[in-house]
T-cell receptor, first 116, second 113 residues
Framework: DTGVSQNPRHKITKRGQNVTFRCDPISEHNRLYWYRQTLGQGPEFLTYFQNEAQLEKSRLLSDRFSAERPKGSFSTLEIQRTEQGDSAMYLC??????????????FGEGSRLTVL | QKEVEQNSGPLSVPEGAIASLNCTYSDRGSQSFFWYRQYSGKSPELIMFIYSNGDKEDGRFTAQLNKASQYVSLLIRDSQPSDSATYLCAVIMFSGGYNKLIFGAGTRLAVHP
């Protein structure tokens, strides 16, 4: 399977614990995006990378959230001291961009977080 | 005002009818517009994009763009039960020095036999 891969697919944790999600993009894609989606809402932009550089982080993202993409390959999204409001589907997407953003993002199946 | 607005629905249409989905956006400078489809429990997938004013047809799907009115729509002809999904309008917007793809909340479409 050469699509975007995310794991774990489901994570249940207690409030205050740290969680980490991993995303493996399509191998030749240079851009990687993290979005968050709650029930009845569209994907909400969190952050994105061009190769290993994190280009932007949403102002909605608190300091408890951090993302990395070492060596421009896979990416991790860590949430520290989780809160119940963090419960959501975390979607990773990748794209191949030669210049400007084309808008054709390929999404993974998502990692669903439930904070008790 | 939300950056990308859609009626959440559900929009219910009979099989074989035309489904019309609408979207408005706030950034007058936006140039690129997309429709993604998301089946329940699945991730979004791109079905159409449009950059120029007017209509763009692809099979049973037609995207329409009116930049003066900041309005994008998607028409689905001969709707099938398999078209039942949430349709997400997305717009490339420039902010913070970079372009980002911003999604609306989606319109849920239900096609009944």
């Amino acid at each position: 399977d050469t699509g975007v891969s995310q794991n774990p697919r489901h994570k249940i944790t207690k409030r205050g614990q740290n969680v980490t999600f991993r995303c493996d993009p399509i191998s030749e894609h240079n851009r990687l995006y993290w979005y968050r989606q709650t029930l009845g809402q569209g994907p909400e932009f969190l952050t994105y990378f061009q190769n290993e550089a994190q280009l932007e982080k949403s102002r909605l993202l608190s300091d408890r959230f951090s993302a990395e993409r070492p060596k421009g390959s896979f990416s991790t999204l860590e949430i520290q001291r989780t809160e119940q409001g963090d419960s959501a589907m975390y979607l990773c997407a990748s794209s191949l961009e030669a210049g400007g953003l084309t808008g054709e993002l390929f999404f993974g199946e998502g990692s669903r977080l439930t904070v008790l | 005002q939300k950056e990308v607005e859609q009626n959440s629905g559900p929009l219910s249409v009979p099989e074989g009818a035309i489904a019309s989905l609408n979207c408005t956006y706030s950034d007058r400078g936006s140039q690129s517009f997309f429709w993604y489809r998301q089946y329940s429990g699945k991730s979004p997938e791109l079905i159409m994009f449009i950059y120029s004013n007017g209509d763009k047809e692809d099979g049973r799907f037609t995207a329409q763009l009116n930049k003066a009115s900041q309005y994008v729509s998607l028409l689905i002809r001969d709707s099938q039960p398999s078209d039942s999904a949430t349709y997400l309008c997305a717009v490339i917007m420039f902010s913070g020095g970079y372009n980002k793809l911003i999604f609306g909340a989606g319109t849920r479409l239900a096609v009944h036999p």
